[in-house]
Structure formats: structure tokens, C-alpha cells
């Protein structure tokens, strides 16, 4: 059957290579639209690369990624604001990833240097923000407004730009 492999490697580096569950549950869950196939944390880096099953990379940094963390805390809940929403100055041990787990067959959560690690960043979430210039001008297209290419990746912005 179908499963998610994850592999650690000790040189500063964290490697998921995720293989799509194609089970009757996978089946099922036809919500879940983004799939990766290969998810690499480059602690030295400080990036985040994701590999998607229709061929698109997505490459976080890891400071614009501790930004996009969804829980509780960092959000706000019950109509309260959450902690980034007070715009703190994050500190580099707010933005070291010093670990990253699989949930389930749908996201992944970071452990931060700071002790951080509630936050469940779903593949739909990820692919939805992928910072890369082609998928931050589509979402800019879709609302109308000029793009912020802010944490976009070198090889979608470089391959946009020469054109």
C-alpha cells in the first residue's frame, strides 16, 4: 500500500521523500489537491523546497515561512489576534528549523529553535502560498493587485524576469 517514507540525514539537512497514497482512503479524500512528492529541509540553507506531483517546485525560506505558521497562537482564535499579528521582530531562533515531522498524509509541522512547533502547515496551505513568482502573480491576477514577490524563489524569478 501507499505511505509517506521519511528519511533523516544528520549533516544539517532533513529529507521526506512523500509518495501519494493511492488506497481507497486517498481516493476518497478527493479534497486534498496538493500532493508532494518529495519535501527537503535545508537546515543550512534555511530552506524549505517541496516537489509537487504536477511538476512545481515551491521553495520557502525558512523567516517567511515562520510567518506563514497557522496555529492558534501565532493566528489568533476566538476572535482574538494572535501573536504575529502583533508584528514581532523574529529572532534566529524563531526562524531556525530544527526539525520537521509528517502529519498524517496532509501536512507537516516544523519544530522551531525557540521551542515552536504547534503549527500544521497543510499541503493545500503550502501550494496555496508558494512564494514563486509564477504562483505570486496568478494569486495577484485572481484578487486583482499588483504582486509582492517577497521570499519568491531564484529559479521561477529569474526564468520570469529574463522574459
Not at 523574529?90 to 526562524?95: A, C, K, N, R
Not at 499541503?123 to 517577497?150: I, Q, S, V, Y
Request: contains cysteine; glycine residues 10%; aromatic residues 8%.
Amino acid at each position: 500500500a501507499g505511505g509517506r517514507a521519511v528519511s533523516r540525514e544528520y549533516n544539517g539537512e532533513v529529507t521526506s521523500s512523500a509518495r501519494p497514497d493511492t488506497g481507497p482512503r486517498a481516493q476518497s479524500a478527493a479534497l486534498v489537491t496538493a500532493v508532494p512528492t518529495r519535501i527537503h529541509a535545508d537546515r543550512e540553507a534555511r530552506t524549505l523546497a517541496i516537489e509537487w506531483a504536477d511538476g512545481h517546485l515551491t521553495t520557502y525560506e525558512f523567516t517567511p515561512l515562520r510567518w506563514l505558521c497557522p496555529c492558534a497562537y501565532c493566528r489568533g482564535e476566538a476572535g482574538m489576534p494572535g501573536w504575529l499579528d502583533s508584528a514581532p521582530t523574529l529572532t534566529d531562533q524563531q526562524t531556525r528549523m530544527v526539525d520537521i515531522q509528517l502529519v498524517g498524509s496532509y501536512a507537516v509541522a516544523p519544530s522551531w529553535g525557540d521551542g515552536h512547533h504547534t503549527g500544521y502547515y497543510t499541503f493545500d496551505l503550502l501550494r496555496d502560498r508558494c512564494p514563486c513568482l509564477e504562483c505570486t502573480d496568478r494569486r495577484a491576477a485572481l484578487a486583482g493587485n499588483r504582486p509582492d514577490r517577497a521570499g519568491g524563489h531564484a529559479a521561477h524569478n529569474t526564468e520570469k524576469e529574463a522574459s
